[in-house]
């Protein structure tokens, strides 16, 4: 299931550099009120276009949503690797990402699926 999903080129150096977090609570206020809203089953994503010259991922995930903290690491950490790895075909854009109650019950290999169909959706639909 996850041999399908795209992947980057060999070449192209993939790292999620501090620079690409959103942090400031000014930056996630601002794209929640300006920002575009698309999302699937499990994810939900706020996507303001920016001015920094490269996609740049918040993240927002809820304990009553989730649950305990090892679960919200667990989810974030998921959602962090599969912005790494594409990041080279997003816009350059703010991406907030929260989660929706049913993650809570899905396996890293469904994440992983609902995360790849997000960065589409967002490229095709949130990003124009």
């Known amino acids: 299931m996850a041999d399908d999903l795209e992947r980057p080129p060999a070449d192209l150096r993939c790292r999620f550099r501090p620079g690409q977090r959103v942090l400031r609570p000014g930056d996630f206020q601002q794209a929640y009120r300006t920002g575009r809203r698309c999302g699937n089953e ?11 010259g490269l996609p740049r991922l918040g993240l927002s ?3 009553r949503t989730i649950g305990n903290a090892v679960a919200r690491n667990r989810l974030k950490r998921l959602v962090r690797e599969s ?6 075909r997003l816009p350059n854009a703010d991406i907030l990402i929260g989660a929706r109650p049913p993650a ?3 396996g890293a290999p469904e994440l992983r699926v609902g995360l790849e169909r997000l960065w589409k959706k ?5 990003a124009r």
């Open 104 to 106: 809570r019950t899905a």
């Open 42 to 52: 499990l994810f939900a994503a706020t996507i303001r276009m920016n001015e920094h």
């Open 61 to 63: 995930v809820a304990a």
């Open 122 to 126: 967002i490229l095709a639909e949130c």
């Open 83 to 88: 912005f790494r790895l594409s990041q080279h």
